[in-house]
Structure formats: structure tokens, C-alpha cells
């Protein structure tokens, strides 16, 4: 059976040698005799595959050490409460950037929490195709932190630079392009990802956090949203997702081995110039966002005539290429080619994109 290239925004695809190695790895981890899905997460075997675990993703970004990685439950969508919950500390203001779908989620999810949520700046009156530059970013001064979207997973549109927040800490939602490149760990107070797109299977969150900023909850926060609780039990409170854990540190020894993030962010830029090249030097296909602004991981784009849809995804599918249907809320096609879409997928889709105008434009 032939694997086909999944363009989903996630669950996404998983490097192939990932799940050849889990599948090897399957019924018996390393002479265990059990499937690590069966290991008790306070034995002495599965604390030594989550160490290292952390150990490679501190490596591979690079994590200074006064920030704490917590391997957590709930997805991106509980972070969105766990940050206001955590982070205010006897504050009652917080800024907002507002760059489409997931920020918007954010922000009415904070606003259960916080008495003063400022919008920063937003990009809704462009339809969300454009980050702000960093002059309409207007910080409110006593905000507990700043909180943006560097890489809007539906509408596809990313910051090319991190926004200047005079001190106050910065958290950033950075599901959809953790680990896509370098970053500089320093410049945030906090970053969260859901695991389901450059990490690993769905089900695991991970959290990186200044430790300063951690252990001061708001009162009533649930003791599972208390980011010093799971920080002082090394993410082990309660039992972790940890069959996604596992998976998610052989991702790390896989970037690792690829040459680390430098290596990798050359690839994802290829892989995207590639695909935006494509639909830019056609009349057929389109990309809403302002060029310097366009997503590495989640590409968005239309066809001239939407009737044609329809007909495009039949196709594709019949060519390996799959998910590739656009968010419900913008339509239209959408290609997410995080880190484990190989080359090889993205200039397939870009060849039948070519023969489908060529016989159907
Ligand atoms: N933020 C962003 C940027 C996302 O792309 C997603 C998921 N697509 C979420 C938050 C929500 O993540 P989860 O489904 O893990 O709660």
C-alpha cells in the first residue's frame, strides 16, 4: 500500500522513519517485552524515554535554563485559559494581537479571565491577510503580558518579525510553526504548541515558560491548569499522554539527526517558495496574503473558479495527495506542509496543480 502525501493542518504527517522505528519498537521497546503505550509512567523505562525526550527538544531549541518544558493534556485550546490563569498574577490587563481565527479564540477565552483585555492592533479590516507591522502594535502599559499568533494555521499568514513588548512578558501561540525554524527562547515569557502538526501525535501540549513567571494561579485555577504544579512533578502530576511522548522524542532524535532546526528551516523555505512560486506564476491560482507575510507551514490558496473545486480535490486524491480542502471559514484550498512533508510531496502538488490548470483552466 502506497503512503499518500497528507496535507492536513493537523493531525499532520509524521516523518515515515518515525512510525517505521515506533512500528519496530511496537510490541516489545528495547527488550521491555511491553509496548511503550503499556508502560507504568513512573518506571524507571518510561522516565528514561521522556528525559530524553526533553533533553532533545531543550537541545534543539536551544531552551535556556531557566525555562521549564512541560509535556501536557488539554491542546492549544486549554492553553488559551491556562495563560491568563497563570500568567496575570494579581494583574487585571492584558494585550492581544488579533491576526485571525486561533487569535480570536485567545482573545474570547481570555476575557473569561481577565477584566481588560486590549486588542494591541488587528489585521480583521484586511480579512486577516497581513500581520501589523510593528508600529500599529499599541501596548496598553500595565498588560500582564502581550499574546499573539506568529503563524495563523487557517488563514496562513505569519510574523517575519517578534513583536517588541517593552519588558512586559511575551506568550506566543506557536502551534503551527514550533520547530519549523530557530527561534530565540529568550524573547518570550511563554510559548505554547499542540503537538499534532511539527511535534507528534494529538493529545500532548507542550509548554515552555519562564520559571519566574509560574506560581502565582488565580484563585479557583484547577490544579491541572497550574503550570507550577505539573513544572514540580516534572509533567508527571497526573499520568501524561504518554504514548505521544514517546512518539514526539523520536521526532526530536529525527530533527536531530537531520542536522537540527538550521537544516530544517532550509528545507520548509524551499518547500514553501516552491508552492508560492507556483501559484504566483499562475493566473488560475491565488494566495490572499501579502507576500511578506505568507505562512511557511499553511498555505492557502483559490482557484479562479470555484466551480472547479470539486474536480480538483477528486483529482488530487486520485494522485496521493490528500486533505487539501481549505478551512470551512475561508474555503477555497488549503496545503499545510509542516516538517514531515518531504519535497518530493510538495513538487508532486505543485505538478498536478500545473496539469489540472493545463487540461481544466
Ligand atoms: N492555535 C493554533 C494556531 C492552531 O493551529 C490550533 C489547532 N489547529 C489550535 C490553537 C488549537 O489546538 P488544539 O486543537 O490542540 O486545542
Avoid at 30 to 48: L, P
Avoid at 55 to 65: H, I
Avoid at 155 to 175: K, N
Avoid at 348 to 356: D, G, N, P, S, Y
Wanted: glycine share 8%; charged share 20%; proline share 5%.
Amino acid at each position: 500500500m502506497a503512503r499518500v502525501y497528507n496535507f492536513s493542518a493537523g493531525p499532520a504527517m509524521l516523518p515515515e522513519s518515525v512510525l517505521q522505528q515506533a512500528c519496530d519498537e511496537m510490541l516489545d521497546w528495547r527488550g521491555s517485552g511491553m509496548c511503550v503505550a503499556e508502560m507504568s509512567h513512573r518506571g524507571k523505562e518510561y522516565m528514561s524515554i521522556a528525559a530524553e525526550a526533553e533533553a532533545d527538544l531543550r537541545e534543539l531549541l536551544n531552551v535556556p535554563n531557566n525555562y521549564k518544558v512541560l509535556f501536557l493534556q488539554g491542546g492549544a485550546s486549554s492553553q488559551f485559559a491556562a495563560v491568563p490563569m497563570n500568567l496575570l498574577r494579581g494583574g487585571s490587563s492584558a494585550d492581544y494581537i488579533n491576526t485571525g481565527s486561533w487569535s480570536k479564540k485567545a482573545i474570547s477565552e481570555a476575557r473569561h479571565y481577565c477584566s481588560n483585555v486590549n486588542v494591541a492592533a488587528t489585521t480583521e479590516e484586511s480579512k486577516f491577510t497581513r500581520a501589523p507591522v510593528p508600529a500599529e502594535i499599541q501596548l496598553s502599559g500595565d498588560a500582564a503580558y502581550l499574546h499573539y499568533t506568529p503563524n495563523e494555521t487557517i488563514e496562513g499568514v505569519e510574523f517575519a518579525y517578534i513583536p517588541e513588548t517593552g519588558g512586559c512578558p511575551l506568550v506566543a501561540d506557536m502551534s503551527s510553526t514550533l520547530l519549523s525554524r530557530p527561534i530565540d527562547i529568550s524573547r518570550f515569557g511563554l510559548i505554547y504548541a499542540g503537538a499534532q502538526k511539527n511535534i507528534g501525535p494529538a493529545g500532548l501540549t507542550i509548554v515552555i515558560v519562564r520559571e519566574d513567571l509560574i506560581g502565582m494561579p488565580i484563585a479557583g485555577t484547577p490544579t491541572m491548569f497550574d503550570y507550577k504544579i505539573h513544572a514540580d512533578n516534572d509533567s508527571m502530576y497526573n499520568t501524561p499522554a504518554t504514548y505521544a511522548w514517546y512518539l514526539a522524542g523520536l521526532v526530536f532524535k529525527w530533527l536531530k539527526d537531520l542536522g537540527g532546526l538550521d537544516a530544517m528551516a532550509i528545507i520548509n523555505q524551499r518547500k514553501a517558495a516552491l508552492l508560492y512560486n507556483a501559484i504566483d506564476s499562475s493566473s488560475f491560482y491565488a494566495n490572499p496574503v501579502q507576500p511578506t507575510d505568507r505562512s511557511w507551514m499553511n498555505v492557502p490558496f483559490t482557484l479562479a473558479n470555484p466551480a472547479l473545486d470539486d474536480a480538483f480535490l477528486k483529482g488530487a486524491k486520485a494522485a496521493n495527495l490528500t486533505t487539501l480542502k481549505g478551512h470551512r471559514s475561508v474555503g477555497g484550498m488549503r496545503a499545510s506542509i509542516y516538517n514531515a512533508m518531504p519535497e518530493a510531496g510538495v513538487a508532486a502538488l505543485v505538478e498536478f496543480m500545473r496539469e489540472f490548470e493545463r487540461t481544466q483552466g
